[in-house]
């Protein structure tokens, strides 16, 4: 027979349970945190590049491969995010901008995968848990991430898409084209870095539109499900019962009527 754990090892089984039922919430909290990371200083030594990227990809690895079912799709964003982070650290290494270029397609295609699995599982199911609100947030930074890894894989092919008030000639950097990615996917604004060229334009558009998609989709999924549960559990006054609550016959003859 099993023994119940210890009470010492009772926070232990908690947080490993809280973890394997809400990848969700894990994933989110490791992109808001290097939202953080990346406004460090020393953001940009080689020794915090390798150590971020293989803990970031081994997060979005466990997540993917926790709400997804089929298998192909989750080797495929395993493989993506090695590579990602492969090159990611060699072009930290070597400062080739040909592996520059090539980590970015390979990010930005890696989230983009991500996304799409993590879209997939939300609307799988027909009720909202707690993991599938995670789900949301974690959805939303998944795409900006993918969008950010986009401009600047357009900034390397095509010099001089964006500018900003300061600085305006430079390239942009990465917070810059992360905080371009996060305030057009919300629909807040394009911030003080603005696409000049019709090819960032465009990406930006299509970004903007993917936004306003996402919100609008999950929004009236919310909604639906939401009614959809009310209707089951309190039915509107005078609503026509169904089949299943309708006297049969035999019980409406048998039935006393009223002063006999």
Known sequence: M???PSPSAAPHVLLHRGVVRHPSAILLVTQLVGVLLYSLDDAQSP???????LFGAGVLALAIWAVRDQPGPT????????????LSVSAAFTGSGALTLASAAAHALFYFVAAGSMLAYMLSDSDVTSDELWAVGATFTLVAWAFAYVFTALQLVVPGSFTAAVDPDAPRTWIELLFLSFTNLSSTGLSDVVP???KARAVVMIEQLAGLAYVALFV????GLTLSRRRMTHPEAGELPGPASRPTAGAAATTPRPGR
């Open 2 to 4: 099993r023994q119940a």
């Open 196 to 198: 000049i060229l019709p």
């Open 75 to 86: 080797w495929l964003a395993v493989v993506l995010g090695v590579t990602a982070s492969g």
């Open 220 to 223: 009236s999924r919310v909604v």
């Open 47 to 53: 020794g915090w590049r390798v150590a971020f990227e």
